[in-house]
């Protein structure tokens, strides 16, 4: 489908030229506003043909790995496979030992007490840093700290006694 070959298109791109006369210009007196419009929309079309020609490329350019039509092609990331085949080089053994491993954690992770299981997740399992974990838990970095500490201890030794060392 091209940009501007079809009525959605056009209006598209007279929405749009509207809308950046109206957020740019609007202090402007309405007597400029046509010239100011005929450029604008001008503009617009030009970069959505420029857009849409970049985007034929890649699609093009995709669609000749899975041999179907370029509106057909599936996402090439799908298909990716790891540069050194780290998904395919493990045993079903290993995988079932890591889902039994999680399995375990997450066990583990619920015995603790609601404020250290909440600490331990916000920091090590969401990412976010002492301080952002305080103010979404309402407490001081140094409880945060302290959780953090105890839930990490509960957790090690737990695993550590059902011959589990991470």
Known sequence: MLALRNEAGALDAVQEAM????TKYADRGAD???PLFQRILQ???RDMLRRQKVR????SMWSGFGGKDAEEADDPLDTLVAADDSNFNLSPETLVGR???LA???AELARLPTR???AFLLRY???MSTAETAAAMGCSEGSVKTHCSRATHTLAAALRAKGISL
């Open 56 to 59: 034929q490329l890649w699609v």
């Open 43 to 45: 503009n617009v079309i």
């Open 125 to 127: 399992w969401e990412d």
């Open 104 to 106: 375990l954690i997450e």
């Open 19 to 22: 809308m950046r006369l109206a």
């Open 32 to 34: 400029e506003w046509p």
């Open 116 to 118: 250290q299981r909440e």
């Open 99 to 101: 889902e039994e491993t």
